[in-house]
């Protein structure tokens, strides 16, 4: 929790504004929240927001800086942003995307930004307090994380203090939300495993709780809670819990569609139309081609993962902002191969999982990175297209720990009792890189 604050907080500051990827438009979606704007304003048949133009420039501002020698930031320029104040009701129109996003990913960052403004109107300021309110709900949460989970601890510290991890924690994001509840989602169910008693109502009912969180948060992870399989029918303590299971599961997963989108539906607001022109998009059109031919379907997806997979170990490990700046691979990989050491020999001897409970932990690993590049395939890529489009590294950081479950308790050594001090120091020691590495690519030395 110290060393995610100390390091997430210099994040807040030392990241670049708006400039995680998306930041800016969910700033947006943030500060529109806070004010009340539920429901988008529709112009020229097209959909946004009504946002004080001084705030809207000023993040926008920030935007396609290439970080190079000649446009690097000179931090004296903050000194100035800082003494530019909006005001609320001088909104203006403005297109953003992502209308239909649900408010929930936000709450932390609406609560920031409404703190912010009783101190000061400032664009970047209120920037700086949304991001510290996002970076407090995700080490909480992550605390009970850790603190639910009775093995696999430092693991899922490692994963969660991960340079790419504490970077979208610590910026304006649902994101933050989205990896948080995941691993406190993880958690519960290796505490099930691990716990002789049944499981109580409360740990049931905070289940669920971070599912529905989850869902309301980001789409896309639905297959996770379903890690929950694992668990011995008897530790649940009502009849044909298996089957129980699924079906409130299964429900939960749709009530974002019963709900927020239903009224989205309902305003009846204009298309934003394909991404480009020159392409056909749409989901049912597109998973409609693809089972005219599901082995090449099965191949194309298979040579995305070998020619794509290398980027996506990179972006999930630190890969940073809209300029898509990587830390050094040596230190990229070091982390990856710390990961996996550790989780084989993080593990309690009375901790064992059965035959039956990893073949169900592969398979949960599998469907939810099937169904993550799936969404992207039939999604966000043009009809036809063998390539991915849209799948960034990041989007792995919630099933991370699933992928690291895989290889729990497969060595045993003795001498662990000094884990927890290495797991402390690697943190350090690679978010002091991440700080220093990101000062150096995007500021002028003073």
């Not at 664009?123 to 996002?134: D, E, N």
Request: with cysteine; hydrophobic share 50%.
């Amino acid at each position: 929790m110290v060393i995610g604050l100390y390091f997430g907080l210099q994040l807040v500051f030392t990241n670049p504004p708006w400039h995680t990827n998306d930041e800016d438009r969910h700033f947006y979606n943030a500060w529109r929240f806070a004010h009340g704007q539920f429901k988008p304003t529709v112009e020229n048949k097209k959909s946004g927001y009504m946002i004080p133009p001084k705030l809207y420039n000023q993040a926008r501002s920030s935007q396609g800086i290439r970080f190079d020698e000649k446009t690097k930031i000179n931090k004296n320029t903050f000194d100035v942003q800082k003494r530019v104040k909006y005001n609320a009701r001088d909104a203006e129109y403005h297109k953003i995307p992502l209308i239909n996003k649900l408010p929930v990913g936000f709450i932390p960052h609406i609560i920031g930004i409404k703190i912010g403004e009783v101190f000061k109107k400032n664009p970047l300021t209120v920037h700086w307090w949304a991001r510290s309110f996002g970076l407090f709900t995700f080490l909480l949460i992550v605390f009970f994380a850790i603190k639910t989970i009775p093995v696999f601890k430092n693991v899922m510290m490692l994963v969660a203090l991960a340079p790419m991890s504490l970077y979208q924690a610590s910026s304006v994001t649902y994101d933050m939300l989205c990896n948080a509840t995941t691993f406190l989602i993880i958690a519960y169910v290796v505490k099930w495993i691990y716990q002789e008693n049944s499981i109580s109502r409360k740990d049931l009912l905070l289940f669920f709780g971070a599912f529905l969180i989850l869902i309301f948060s980001k789409s896309g992870y639905y297959v996770v809670p379903f890690l929950a399989l694992m668990v011995p029918s008897q530790k649940f303590g009502f009849s044909y819990p298996k089957i129980k299971l699924i079906l409130i599961l299964v429900f939960i997963t749709f009530i974002p569609d019963l709900t927020w989108q239903q009224y989205i539906k309902s305003l009846h607001l204009p298309g934003s139309g394909a991404f480009q022109n020159d392409f056909a998009f749409g989901l049912k059109k597109s998973i409609m081609y693809h089972l005219q031919d599901i082995p090449t379907l099965i191949s194309n997806l298979a040579l995305n993962v070998l020619s794509q997979g290398k980027d996506w170990i990179i972006g999930c490990i630190g890969r940073f902002g809209y300029s898509y700046i990587p830390l050094p691979n040596v230190w990229i990989f070091a982390y990856v191969i710390i990961l996996f050491v550790i989780a084989a020999i993080d593990h309690n001897v009375d901790f064992k999982l059965t035959l039956s409970q990893r073949g169900i932990s592969a398979l949960i690993m599998l469907a939810s990175v099937g169904a993550l590049l799936a969404a992207f395939y039939f999604s966000f890529t043009p009809i036809g297209a063998k390539a991915i489009f849209g799948a960034q590294g990041r989007y792995f950081i919630p099933i991370l720990p699933l992928i690291l479950l895989q290889v729990i308790g497969t060595v045993s050594i003795s001498g662990k009792k000094y884990l927890s001090l290495a797991t402390v120091l690697i943190s350090i020691v690679f978010l002091y890189q991440t700080i220093s590495f990101l000062d150096e690519t995007f500021y002028h030395a003073n």
